[in-house]
């Protein structure tokens, strides 16, 4: 990932990077959107018939974007997620017989469609897979380790 030096960025560029951090406004923004997400989906999972494994996979996503914020979410930690929610989510996609046609099964606010909640839980999960890859790729410092290191050697 390679950063625009402050010299090459036009004015809004440059208006819109974080002095202290280096990191652009837009994925400051971004963070802050999902952990606000993540946050709204840990609370609504308390009526779901089985909240513990939902809300440990949203509270764990919003944990990513807390320490990211903070400078502190390890890479591993961020890249692990994004796999776990990954596998999982496909496990669920691939486990779901849909009796309705997509669309139907995402707009039905009852989700008495048959695989409705399913299609809906491998989305979210879909969604902390990409986020956490996403955090795990970039630097939340600007003088960072690159995306491609593994963090420090001990």
Do not use: I
Not at 84 to 105: N, Q
Not at 121 to 149: D, I, N, Q, T, Y
């Amino acid at each position: 990932m390679m950063y625009v030096s402050a010299n090459d960025a036009g004015p809004l560029e440059n208006s819109a990077r974080h002095a202290r951090t280096g990191v652009p406004f837009r994925v400051r923004l971004a963070n802050a959107f999902f952990a606000l997400l993540f946050a709204f989906s840990v609370a609504v999972q308390a009526n779901d018939p089985d909240p513990a494994p939902w809300m440990l996979v949203y509270g764990s996503a919003l944990g990513a974007c807390v320490l990211w914020h903070l400078g502190k979410l390890p890479r591993r930690v961020a890249w692990g997620l994004a796999a776990g929610a990954a596998l999982w989510g496909l496990r669920v996609a691939l486990g779901t017989a849909l009796e309705v046609p997509v669309g139907d099964a995402l707009t039905d606010w009852q989700m008495h469609a048959g695989g409705s909640e399913e299609l809906r839980e491998s989305l979210g999960l879909v969604l902390v897979a990409v986020w956490c890859g996403v955090l795990g790729g970039w630097p939340s410092r600007a003088g960072g380790a690159s995306p491609s290191s593994s963090g420090p050697r001990t």
